[in-house]
């Protein structure tokens, strides 16, 4: 059962960032006609020719303009795949975090999971939490009501290095720490405020004893938040 952290940023995100613009645009356009024909008090009052329109049009379409281009300069470098540090950049959707080779079978006692999480906000989404032989392996959380895309999980690994499905170029992938513990960071597409931003920190590597432990949150072009929710998941003082 594939994880959210599973997910590549793909060509059906590219278009939901695109649909967004539009829509931006034409929330633009609807705004500048209603200010344009109200009075300071909320009647309607006659209007010079309808500069304030204009004026909010070409500044929407100056802003889909811009974020085209952004998206276009960025979709233009290469996808980085390879050793980064204790992670492994891998093509999309071939990661396996924990193979279950003894076939899925549903867990129940989440609470008594080692991965188990309590967040404020957030609701464990078992339809992407998985589980083998009867013990949790990942579990995700979401945040109802919060931005789109604030997600958040915890799950297990057992190779010597974490693979990661990360779509983006070198330059948008960062090694930092996390509560000392190693981490890396997806930074969000500059000047895109609808673009991804990701951290996944390694808590524990596997031994012959456990397997490894790593942890992640996903948002909106913030990145600092993303890095807050891992450090309350992991229990790190701020």
């Not at 950049?89 to 396996?96: E, G, H, K, M, Y």
């Amino acid at each position: 059962m594939k994880s959210f952290l599973g997910r590549s940023w793909d060509a059906a995100s590219w278009r939901l960032v695109a649909g967004v613009a539009g829509i931006l645009l034409a929330a633009g356009i609807a705004l500048g006609v209603y200010l344009a024909t109200q009075g300071g008090d909320g009647t309607s009052e006659a209007q010079e020719p309808d500069q304030p329109t204009a004026t909010a049009a070409a500044g929407q379409g100056d802003f889909v303009e811009r974020l085209e281009q952004t998206l276009e300069a960025d979709r233009a470098k290469p996808r980085f795949r390879g050793e980064l540090g204790d992670f492994v950049i891998v093509d999309p959707n071939t990661s396996n975090h924990y193979p279950c080779a003894g076939g899925a079978q549903l867990a129940t006692n989440i609470e008594q999971s080692e991965l188990y999480f309590n967040l404020p906000g957030a609701v464990i989404d078992m339809g992407t939490s998985g589980s083998c032989q009867g013990i949790f392996t990942s579990i995700t959380a979401l945040f109802p009501g919060a931005p789109s895309e604030t997600i958040v999980g915890r799950g297990y690994f057992l190779a010597p290095r974490l693979e990661l499905n990360a779509e983006a170029p070198a330059d948008r992938l960062k090694l930092i720490t996390v509560g000392g513990k190693p981490a890396l960071a997806e930074v969000p597409i500059p000047d895109c405020t609808l673009c991804p931003a990701q951290v996944v920190v390694i808590e524990r590597f596997p031994s012959e004893a456990a397997p490894g432990i790593f942890t992640w949150a996903r948002t909106i072009n913030d990145l600092d938040k993303a890095i807050a929710l891992v450090e309350q998941i992991m229990g790190v003082q701020q």
